[in-house]
């Protein structure tokens, strides 16, 4: 199960953290993922992150996002700094890629519910 939090209301240059929660997985998972999905728009990649740290950004939020992971806790964070209106999207959180898909929405098997994230001008 993948519990997301941290959405919220912001100014167009603010910042907020989500968190995603794994919880009945015996060990952390090899790729989690961040995606997000805007008012009538289709569901697309924001981050990923393999188990080591190691990360790959959607070009739209490179350099102002980053992708984290704490395995010892089995959670998932994404840092969102000078957000705009166009960032404006339910985000969720993801896991258990079918192979090495980072940001392949279609291949990961886990989704959590998803947390809202307002920008306005």
């Known amino acids: 199960q993948l519990v997301e939090s941290g959405g919220d209301s912001v100014r167009s240059g603010g910042s907020l953290r989500l968190s995603c929660i794994a919880s009945?997985?015996?060990?952390?998972?090899?790729?989690m993922a961040w995606f997000r999905q805007g008012p009538g728009k289709e569901r697309e990649a924001v981050a990923a992150?393999?188990?080591?740290?190691?990360?790959e950004y959607s070009h739209l939020v490179q350099g102002r996002f980053t992708i984290s992971r704490a395995n010892a806790k089995n959670t998932m964070y994404l840092q969102m700094n000078d957000l705009k209106p166009e960032d404006t999207a339910m985000y969720y959180c993801?896991?258990?890629?079918?192979?090495?898909?980072?940001?392949?929405?279609?291949?990961?098997?886990?989704w959590g519910q998803g947390t809202r994230v307002t920008v306005s001008v």
């Open positions: 992150s393999d188990n080591d740290g190691k990360a």
């Open positions: 009945g997985f015996t060990r952390p998972r090899y790729l």
């Open positions: 993801a896991a258990e890629s079918r192979g090495d898909y980072w940001l392949a929405p279609w291949a990961y098997q886990i």
